[in-house]
């Protein structure tokens, strides 16, 4: 069941609008740079979400709500832009692995560095994902981010230079967890509700794998700064990040929601994956309607 709970609760919400730009469009493969130490089994929480999100499961009691369903829903984005109900032409799978664990730039990295590192994966129909360890400071991490998705032109192919899109995202378990691992932490401002059991059992993947999820939504469907986004352009309001917080129906500050709960683990989650996965992750603007939309 979907519901949905506004954006901005006031009498001058803000329009969810579409600035006319391109979105990704095509086969595109998920690369992703892991830079730092992180264990196969962490590794493979993030792989499982990345084959997830194009694997349709048989519509089961146990298999539903899944993570592809959840992304099904950006589909909507590609109707209105087209104007007309036809096929969404996106293919997302998970590409290379491109493993840095001698922290070939440091433990310190700056923007340009984040760029470097997303450089190294496929440029040409791709999302480059860097992945930073636990252990990484990044320019903006904590402060003012968990993480964040843009474009740059990459290597000239056919007589042109071609862009391509990235994302970085931190590990905030040492560094965070309160701010860029809710609600699998106590938050570092606001009410104090217990956190929740994250459904992967770390609590910093499993706050990587909401941060992924939002910025892929917002990365498909504003990846150069022109597609779908809230506000100013500068700090827009993207697809999933204009819901930040919203997990499920009866969100609410501090509040994520009445989520799916795991009967073995305790764990909560809104999601089911591969291989038995579960995941939380946030609500994406209907753009029809500009309110929050969830799974459950």
């Given at each position: 069941?979907?519901?949905?709970?506004?954006?901005?609760?006031?009498?001058?919400?803000?329009?969810?609008?579409?600035?006319?730009?391109?979105?990704?469009?095509?086969?595109?493969?998920?690369?992703?740079?892991?830079?730092?130490?992180?264990?196969?089994?962490?590794?493979?929480?993030?792989?499982?979400?990345?084959?997830?999100?194009?694997?349709?499961?048989?519509?089961?009691?146990?298999?539903?709500?899944?993570?592809?369903?959840?992304?099904?829903?950006?589909?909507?984005?590609?109707?209105?832009?087209?104007?007309?109900?036809?096929?969404?032409?996106?293919?997302?799978?998970?590409?290379?692995?491109i493993l840095d664990e001698n922290y070939s730039l440091g433990k310190s990295l700056t923007t340009n560095k984040i760029l470097k590192l997303a450089s190294k994966g496929k440029?040409?129909?791709?999302?480059?994902?860097?992945?930073?360890?636990?252990?990484?400071?990044?320019?903006?991490?904590?402060?003012?981010?968990?993480?964040?998705?843009?474009?740059?032109?990459?290597?000239?192919?056919?007589?042109?230079?071609?862009?391509?899109?990235?994302?970085?995202?931190?590990?905030?378990?040492?560094?965070?967890?309160?701010?860029?691992?809710?609600?699998?932490?106590?938050?570092?401002?606001?009410?104090?509700?217990?956190?929740?059991?994250?459904?992967?059992?770390?609590?910093?993947?499993?706050?990587?794998?909401?941060?992924?999820?939002?910025?892929?939504?917002?990365?498909?469907?504003?990846?150069?700064?022109?597609?779908?986004?809230?506000?100013?352009?500068?700090?827009?309001?993207?697809?999933?990040?204009?819901?930040?917080?919203?997990?499920?129906?009866?969100?609410?500050?501090?509040?994520?929601?009445?989520?799916?709960?795991?009967?073995?683990?305790?764990?909560?989650?809104?999601?089911?994956?591969?291989?038995?996965?579960?995941?939380?992750?946030?609500?994406?603007?209907?753009?029809?309607?500009?309110?929050?939309?969830?799974?459950?």
């Open positions: 069941m979907i519901s949905a709970r506004t954006l901005i609760e006031s009498d001058q919400q803000l329009k969810f609008q579409y600035h006319k730009g391109p979105l990704l469009t095509g086969k595109i493969s998920i690369n992703l740079i892991w830079y730092g130490k992180f264990k196969s089994s962490q590794r493979a929480i993030i792989t499982d979400f990345i084959t997830s999100l194009s694997t349709y499961p048989k519509l089961t009691t146990t298999s539903q709500p899944s993570v592809a369903t959840w992304w099904k829903s950006i589909e909507k984005y590609y109707h209105l832009t087209n104007n007309k109900k036809s096929s969404v032409h996106l293919a997302l799978s998970l590409g290379a692995q440029q040409q129909n791709a999302i480059n994902i860097v992945l930073t360890a636990d252990d990484v400071t990044v320019d903006g991490f904590c402060m003012s981010r968990c993480g964040t998705h843009g474009s740059s032109y990459g290597a000239r192919v056919n007589g042109k230079h071609n862009k391509f899109a990235y994302i970085w995202v931190g590990n905030s378990e040492t560094q965070c967890p309160g701010q860029c691992a809710w609600p699998f932490h106590q938050p570092i401002y606001g009410p104090q509700n217990a956190p929740l059991v994250a459904p992967n059992n770390d609590v910093g993947l499993d706050g990587m794998v909401i941060n992924v999820a939002s910025l892929l939504a917002g990365t498909v469907t504003n990846p150069f700064g022109n597609g779908y986004f809230q506000g100013p352009k500068e700090a827009p309001l993207e697809a999933a990040s204009a819901c930040t917080g919203i997990y499920a129906k009866g969100a609410y500050p501090g509040y994520a929601g009445d989520l799916l709960m795991d009967k073995t683990s305790g764990a909560s989650y809104n999601a089911n994956g591969v291989n038995g996965r579960k995941y939380l992750l946030p609500a994406i603007v209907d753009p029809k309607t500009s309110v929050c939309s969830t799974l459950v």
